[in-house]
């Protein structure tokens, strides 16, 4: 049997005490693989590195290709540039992917949400890119470009196919940003009509779209956003099926694969043990599926089915975490988890 190095990325906040739940729990279902810890985040600045984001960390995604990754704290309004972003650029992780499905122990005001944000994550508004004209005039740089437009496109388009979805909707705001917005659509539209008449798609002012989520999040299928708007778009459709808690993601690019959270490093929560660690433990169930199918190794496919079973089974018996309005810290959810893991 292979075992498939991964590199474990605790991050900032409660990353660490998510990041280990999700460590034992791919542990304890047997998954064949061996996690190699690297530090990002300012938990690799206090263990002496010189940058938040270190390339002896870079390196060793690059070498195993995948990696499982807490979150890392950004200050705002100044200080360093997010980890999250430049990780992103520097392993050229251009494809966002958040599945948003609702669950069946966590009981919200819609049933059967079932939906999947692909954003693009390497240019848009998070190019970086601002200037001082003068002190009270800032401009923000919007990057767009053919090729990540295209390929972005594509990547949904082809996920939509091979996981037998119906409908991509590319969310933009194209009648304000007729040129940047104008290319990320021109773009999709290329795209279907060249290769993927088969999928239905349209184009959605995002404006009105978020309204349309709210009201019926069942008209969507597959969301196609450029950066900003997918990040923005993530954490309302996790506010659709229980919040920031049960909402998974992965950064995909040609070369490697990150996956995380959708949340951040929950500062306001961190230290304590009650963080939900099911976002990242879903993440990592999405992360034995791509080994599954990218190394063909069935007990990935094997362990990701178990542990789904084994949090779902969890939920619906009533084992939930405080965000969930249960009572259990994060140790004792995730042992719950692991009870529930067939053998
Ligand atoms: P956040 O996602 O960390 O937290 C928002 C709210 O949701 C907080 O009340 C938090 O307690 C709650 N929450 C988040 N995850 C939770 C979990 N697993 N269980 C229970 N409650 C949870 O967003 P916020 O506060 O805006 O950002 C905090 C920091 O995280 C910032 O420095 C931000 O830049 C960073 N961040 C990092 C990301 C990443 O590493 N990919 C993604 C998003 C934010
Ligand atoms: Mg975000």
């Keep these: 049997m292979t075992t498939h190095t991964v590199v474990l990325i605790p991050g900032d906040g409660i990353g ?9 729990v791919v542990e304890a279902a047997g998954a064949p693989v061996a996690f190699l810890e690297r530090h990002a985040g300012v938990a690799a600045l206090d263990r002496g590195e010189e940058h938040v984001l270190p390339d002896s960390t870079v390196s060793a995604i690059r070498e195993h290709g995948v990696a499982l990754k807490g979150p890392c704290t950004t200050p705002i309004g100044g200080g360093f540039g997010s980890v999250n972003v430049a990780l992103r650029k520097r392993l050229n992780l251009y494809a966002s992917v958040r599945p948003v499905r609702s669950l069946a122990g966590v ?8 939906l999947v944000i692909v954003r693009e994550n390497t240019e848009g508004l998070y190019s970086g890119i601002e200037n001082r004209i003068t002190d009270d005039v800032i401009i923000s740089l919007k990057v767009a470009t053919r090729e990540a437009c295209r390929r972005i496109a594509r990547w949904a388009f082809d996920y939509a196919v091979r996981r037998g979805r119906r409908k991509i909707s590319a969310f933009h705001k194209a009648n304000i940003m007729k040129l940047s917005d104008g290319l990320f659509i021109g773009e999709a539209r290329a795209v279907h009509e060249a290769d993927f008449a088969s999928v239905r798609y349209e184009e959605v002012i995002i404006d009105a779209g978020s309204m349309r989520l709210v009201q019926d999040p069942g008209q969507f299928d597959v969301i196609l956003c450029e950066n900003l708007y997918g990040d ?41 043990g009650v963080a939900n660690p099911l976002a990242l433990i879903m993440s990592a169930a999405m992360m034995l599926n791509h080994l599954a199918e990218s190394r063909g190794d069935g007990a990935c496919r094997d362990a990701a ?10 939920l619906v018996e009533g084992c939930k975490t405080r965000d969930l309005g249960g009572d259990l810290g994060t140790a004792a959810f995730t042992d719950a988890v692991i009870q529930r893991l067939g053998g």
């Design 16 to 24: 660490p005490e998510v990041a280990d739940a999700a460590r034992r």
């Design 107 to 114: 009981p919200t005001r819609y049933q059967d949400v079932d």
């Design 232 to 272: 923005i778009m993530s954490d309302l459709c996790a506010g659709l099926v229980g919040g920031l808690g049960v909402t998974p993601g992965a950064n995909i690019g040609d070369a490697g694969a990150v996956f995380e959270a959708v949340h951040g490093s929950a500062p306001d929560i961190a230290g304590q």
């Design 305 to 314: 089915t178990r542990i789904r079973e084994a949090y779902d089974r969890a």
